[in-house]
């Protein structure tokens, strides 16, 4: 059972994790708990909650370095259910210390993540790839934003984190664009009546420029310096 601790709170921004802390096989181990609540729709890469649609929570667990679990999505739900987390939502896992993570704020846009280099390179690589997934690694990032977006939008959030996140790698002195279990989800508020949902979030619209800084700061705070 994980023994929660009160959210980190942001003065401005919208995603208040709870962290959270569970003993496995006698390795103490760390999650994050956002508890979105009702009202958003997200778009995630996650094994857990994947794709696009309403979801009321995101919870990114640390797992150990050597994960052989074959039933990834069960365990993210038990987890997510221990720690009070109900209805649909979105499960990431990564083996980097959850606790240590960062955070990023600019103009609305909150952004949390966290960041394990150990297997780490680039994505246009010569190697054959395979059709396992890989270990647990990974860069995990989650970012919040104030308004509604389209689906269009939300594909093109992911891009703009994306990018914002190899920015921050290199900015920090990492030869790399990640590592091969990066995962990211982006939440936007569902459209309310005589509301309007954004149909851009580049990196030079309105709130894809913010969400670029905010996923910049966060992983640069999180990636360990080269």
Same mark, same amino acid.
């Given at each position: ?112 993540? /966290?960041?394990?280099?150990? $297997?780490?390179?680039? #994505?246009?690589? !010569?190697?054959?790839? %395979?059709?396992?997934? +890989? @270990? *647990? ?43 091969? /279990?990066?995962?990211?989800? $982006?939440?936007?508020? #569902?459209?309310? !009546?005589?509301?309007? %949902?954004?149909?851009? +979030? @580049? *990196? ?23």
């Amino acid at each position: 059972m994980p023994t929660a601790v009160p959210p980190t709170r942001s003065a401005s921004g919208p995603l208040l994790v709870q962290r959270a802390t569970r003993v496995e096989d006698g390795e103490g181990l760390h999650a994050l708990l956002w508890r979105a609540g009702t009202g958003w729709r997200m778009i995630s890469s996650a094994v857990l909650g994947g794709g696009i649609g309403e979801r009321a929570w995101v919870l990114n667990a640390q797992v150990s370095h050597g994960y052989r679990r074959t039933d990834p999505e069960r365990h993210l739900a038990r987890l997510a259910r221990e720690a009070g987390a109900h209805g649909p939502g979105v499960g990431l896992m990564t083996a980097a210390d959850v606790s240590e993570y960062g955070r990023g704020h600019d103009g609305g846009v909150d952004a949390v993540a /966290t960041a394990g280099l150990g $297997v780490r390179g680039w #994505a246009a690589s !010569p190697d054959r790839g %395979a059709a396992v997934p +890989a @270990g *647990p690694g990974t860069v995990n990032i989650v970012v919040a934003l104030p308004v509604a977006l389209t689906d269009a939008a939300l594909v093109n959030a992911v891009a703009t984190a994306t990018e914002a996140k190899v920015q921050a790698l290199l900015d920090a002195g990492h030869d790399c664009s990640g590592t091969p /279990t990066d995962a990211v989800c $982006v939440a936007a508020r #569902a459209v309310r !009546p005589g509301e309007e %949902a954004h149909a851009f +979030a @580049g *990196p030079r619209s309105l709130w894809g420029a913010r969400l670029a800084r905010a996923v910049h700061a966060a992983v640069l705070t999180a990636a360990p310096a080269a």
